[in-house]
């Protein structure tokens, strides 16, 4: 888990998950950017079925002191990030009791399968760990902004602010202005703002 050192981190481990379409690979590069602007050493690793159709995308991030391996451990996620909460429910192995979950109230359906149902999801979440922190993200973007493409950066704007993820804001601020065209920077820039606002709620 987590521990601090002189100068940082030590070590933390993230999974960001949810289905294709959802932009988990920019996620990705934006953290990765906001730790680099830090000095850490990071990993990370993709692992997806068919994104393109919707299917399950899981990025693992790990960053601090020395890392070693792109891969989390089964039981070592600090923190996991969920764009969807069914597809949340498959980076539980991944978790443990202290393990923290910042969790987009969003569903997908399923093809030809009946979805679960958000109490059912939260009632897995509880048995687990009860840091659990579930965020209409897609709602909040499109009443805030008009659109809910960038419910993603919210969270991960989110998850800094509350302290969930250990970066400084001004690392993602920077990180949005160094990975994105600038045709979407502006809409990203309002969407971290945005998250800002949201913190204390």
């Not at 690979?25 to 906001?34: C, F, G, N, S």
């Not at 065209?181 to 949201?198: G, R, S, V």
């Amino acid at each position: 888990m987590t521990s601090q050192i002189s100068n940082g981190v030590n070590q933390f481990n993230m999974v960001i998950v949810g289905t294709g379409g959802q932009g988990q690979i920019t996620l990705l590069q934006l953290v990765a950017q906001a730790v680099l602007e830090e000095g850490y050493d990071i990993k990370t690793s993709e692992l997806h079925g068919l994104s393109q159709r919707g299917g399950s995308v899981e990025v693992h991030l790990r960053f601090g002191k020395k890392i070693n391996s792109p891969l989390i451990s089964a039981g070592k996620a600090d923190l996991i990030l969920g764009l969807e909460m069914q597809e949340t429910l498959r980076a539980v192995p991944y978790s443990n009791p202290k393990t923290k979950f910042l969790i987009s109230k969003y569903i997908v359906p399923i093809p030809l399968q009946k979805p679960l149902s958000e109490e059912r999801i939260l009632n897995a979440f509880s048995q687990i760990s009860k840091n659990i922190y579930v965020v209409p993200a897609t709602d909040i973007c499109q009443k805030e902004l008009g659109t809910s493409v960038t419910a993603g950066v919210f969270l991960v704007s989110l998850a800094v602010f509350k302290n969930l993820l250990p970066i400084k804001p001004a690392s993602v601020s920077k990180a949005l202005k160094e990975i994105l065209p600038e045709k979407y920077l502006d809409l990203n820039l309002k969407t971290f703002e945005l998250a800002k606002k949201h913190e204390k709620k």
